[in-house]
Structure formats: C-alpha cells, structure tokens
Antibody
Framework: EVQLVESGGGLVQPGGSLRLSCAAS????????MHWVRQVPGKGLLWVSR????????DYADSVKGRFTISRDNDKNTLYLQMNSLRADDTAVYYC??????????????WGQGTTVTVSS | QSVLTQPPSASGTPGQRVTISCSGS????????VYWYQQLPGTAPELLIY???QRPSGVPDRFSGSKSGTSGSLAISGLRSEDEADYYC???????????FGTGTKVTVL
C-alpha cells in the first residue's frame, strides 16, 4: 500500500525550530518529486516547498524562503522539512504529498494524514 | 492572498450541474497546467483533475476540467450529496517560482 506518514509536529515558541519528517512506503520513493503543503484549520491550502527526486533541486513559497529547508534521504525513504525562525502564522497542519507519476511533478496524488505545528508562547 | 481566485461558494440540488471557476494570470494558468483537488471535511485533499482535464483512475466521470486562456473550470454533473466538500484549483506560477492554490470553493448540496 502506498503510504505517507508525517511526524514531528508539536508546540514550539516563536523563533524556535522544528523538523518534520514524512516516511514513505509502498512505492519507489527515490523516483518522485515530493511536496510539503500546509493548511490553517478552517482556511485554504498553501504550498510550502518541493524537492526533486535526487534532492538537487528545491523550490519554496516566498513566505518560508530563507527559514525552511526541504530535504530527503532516499536510503531511508524519508522527506524532511526543517523549520527555523518559526512565527505564529506558521501554525498549521503540514501535509507531505507525492505526485501521481514521477513525470507529473505537480499532480499531488498521495497525501499523508498531516502533522500539526503550533507556534505559540 | 492567493493569485488564483475562486468563488467562495457554490451550490446545487442533487442531479444538477455545478461549475467552479478559477481565475489566474499569464504567469500561472496562462502558461501551465491546472489541477483540481477535493477536500472532504477533516481529511487530506484528493487529486480530482490534473493537466487541465485528466482524471486519475477512480475519479468519477461526473467531474470534468477545462482551461481557457488564464482561467480554469471544474464542472460537477449529476451532483450527489457526497460531493459536498471544498474544492481547490492549483497551478505552477512562473513569476513566483512556486505552486499556488486557489482560494477554495465550498460546494453545498441543497
């Protein structure tokens, strides 16, 4: 079964750091671009970042550029999001997502269950 | 604020056809593919349409997508109660160098 499982969320103070993980199983992880998307409960979806299959190419939303770093370990089938200098408006549910096919880098077809990040003092 | 604009709500009775618009610009929809996602309450989004009008396997053919110029559109025909959800369009934006989601449309089945 194709599956993505996020972890690492929690409560952190403003200015703090957190690392999210996304464990992939049931498919050839190293063949796919991967994404992070976040959502404030009750609000819309916001794309955060993506990384190509070998980790050599990354893109970020302007709101997180310079603060967040996406990375992956293809040997461990795991995607990461290092979040630094966290702000209250980073509070959200964070999803990792996989495209439908390796060639369709932006058609996010498989989603994790999400992990909640709360930035508050 | 999103660069892709959708109506906040849409509604219809069972069996009706509902259409949701997604207005963008030359840097996103005008030059890239449009995607549509459905999000049921309390769940992760699901891909409904990719590459403007393609349906993943398992998505009913009641759902159809189209693109014209800088706008995309999602149509739901034969509306059913289980279609009550939030719907988001999305596209890559060349100017922003990032993926953008629409503002979202809540579909209500009356």
């Amino acid at each position: 079964e194709v599956q993505l499982v996020e972890s690492g969320g929690g409560l952190v103070q403003p200015g703090g750091s957190l690392r999210l993980s996304c464990a992939a199983s049931g498919f050839t992880f190293s063949s796919y671009w991967m994404h992070w998307v976040r959502q404030v409960p009750g609000k819309g979806l916001l794309w955060v970042s993506r990384i190509n299959s070998d980790g050599s190419n990354t893109d970020y939303a302007d709101s997180v550029k310079g603060r967040f770093t996406i990375s992956r370990d293809n040997d461990k089938n795991t995607l990461y999001l290092q979040m630094n200098s966290l702000r209250a408006d980073d509070t959200a549910v964070y999803y990792c997502a996989r495209p439908k096919e390796p060639a369709l880098r932006n058609a996010m077809d498989v989603w994790g269950q999400g992990t909640t990040v709360t930035v508050s003092s | 604020q999103s660069v892709l604009t959708q109506p906040p709500s849409a509604s219809g009775t069972p069996g009706q056809r509902v259409t949701i618009s997604c207005s963008g610009s030359s840097s996103n929809i005008g030059s890239n593919n449009v995607y549509w996602y459905q999000q049921l309450p309390g769940t992760a989004p699901e891909l409904l349409i990719y590459k403007n009008n393609q349906r993943p396997s398992g998505v009913p053919d009641r759902f159809s997508g189209s693109k014209s110029g800088t706008s995309g559109s999602l149509a739901i025909s034969g509306l059913r109660s289980e279609d009550e959800a939030d719907y988001y369009c999305a596209a890559w934006d060349d100017s922003l160098g990032g993926y953008v989601f629409g503002t979202g449309t809540k579909v209500t089945v009356l």
